[in-house]
Structure formats: structure tokens, C-alpha cells
């Protein structure tokens, strides 16, 4: 994941920051160490918010940045926690997503997320609310054997469109996990 490309954002910038970080798996169990670093370090993050209904299995021991003792916990709580951010134990949905936007700032969208179905509610619902949230989406993921990270800024709009880029990939109904599919960091370039 870029990480880079976010905190180069978040500097170039004077506005105050809400950050949303959708997934706590494979990729957002990593990042979110490195992001809780600068947001505790910067006066520039109003709230730091993690959501992810998933549970540590043991088959996420391999890739993902828990430990034996955290299996059967949720993996937004246990991240939550070990970083001092807020959580949310559930997965994000048409009904929920908007209770973690802030009017009053630019929101930061992290999607860490496995299905391209969620990253297209999440584009459509920033789409549709644009007038009332400022937001930019940070996604990052792998599809087979390729990586992506894809930013888009919605106040400007710049960047890689989320619905163009995924419009015509073949995991559009994929529901399964990266950790059921295999570990596909190996193969990705």
C-alpha cells in the first residue's frame, strides 16, 4: 500500500482530517500502524476510525498482523485497540457508511477491502453525497496476480475514477476473502 502517497497528501494539506479505514485484514492490520503513528504525531486528524466485521481466524495468523490469542476476537477491535483508534465491529453497508463521514471535514477514505462490490458502494455513496462530504479514497487491493493502489479525490476530481477502474473486472460478485483465494502478495507485482 502507498503509504507514502497518503501522508504526502495529508502534509500538503492545512484542513483538518477524518480518517476512515475500511478493513483490518491483510492490508489495513499493517497499515493502520504506520497511519496511527502519524495521526498521533499531527494535529491534523480529528478521528481515526477502523471498521471491519470480520473475526481472527487462524488461517489469518500467516499474513495479517495478529497473534494466537486474538482468534475468535474482532479483528477492528483488536487493531483498535492496540493502536488506540476508535472501531467498529461490523462491515460497512448502504445503511451504516454514513454515520462515519464528517460534514465538516475532509474525509479520508482507506479501503482495505476485499470485494469490488464494496468498494463500488462506497464510490457510489461518495458520489451521491458530494455536495454535503469532502472526500478522498485511498484503495488498495490485488486482483489475481496484479496490485493496486487507486486514489481519487472527490472536491477535485482527480485521480483514477473507482468505477471506472473496476467496471470491467471479473471479481465483481466475489465474496470470498484474499486469505480464502490464497495468498495472492506472492504473485502480485
Known amino acids: 500500500f502507498k503509504y507514502s502517497s497518503l501522508t504526502i497528501f495529508l502534509k500538503g494539506c492545512d484542513n483538518l482530517f477524518n480518517i476512515i479505514q475500511i478493513g483490518a485484514g491483510g492490508t489495513g492490520c499493517h497499515l493502520v500502524h504506520f497511519l496511527s503513528q502519524y495521526a498521533t504525531n ?10 471491519d466485521g470480520d473475526i481472527v481466524e487462524e488461517k489469518n ?9 486474538h482468534v475468535g476476537s474482532y479483528k477492528a477491535e483488536v487493531v483498535g485497540k492496540t493502536y488506540g483508534i476508535d472501531y467498529f465491529c461490523e462491515y460497512v453497508n448502504e445503511k451504516n457508511i454514513e454515520h462515519f463521514f464528517n460534514k465538516d471535514l475532509i474525509n479520508i477514505v482507506i479501503g482495505c477491502i476485499d470485494t469490488v462490490k464494496c468498494r463500488l458502494m462506497i464510490d457510489t455513496f461518495i458520489k451521491q ?6 472526500a478522498v479514497y485511498f484503495d488498495g487491493g490485488n486482483l489475481d496476480s496484479t496490485a493496486q493502489v487507486i486514489v481519487y479525490d472527490y472536491i477535485n476530481s482527480i485521480g483514477q475514477d473507482i468505477s471506472e ?3 470491467d473486472k ?9 486469505s480464502e483465494l490464497g495468498d495472492k502478495t506472492i504473485l502480485a507485482k
Open 42 to 51: 499531527q494535529n491534523k486528524i480529528n478521528k481515526y476510525i477502523i471498521i
Open 61 to 69: 495468523l500467516f499474513r495479517q498482523n495478529f497473534l494466537p490469542q
Open 129 to 134: 453525497n458530494i455536495m454535503k462530504y469532502k
Open 165 to 167: 477502474f473496476f467496471k
Open 170 to 178: 471479473e471479481y465483481l460478485d466475489q465474496t470470498v476473502s484474499c
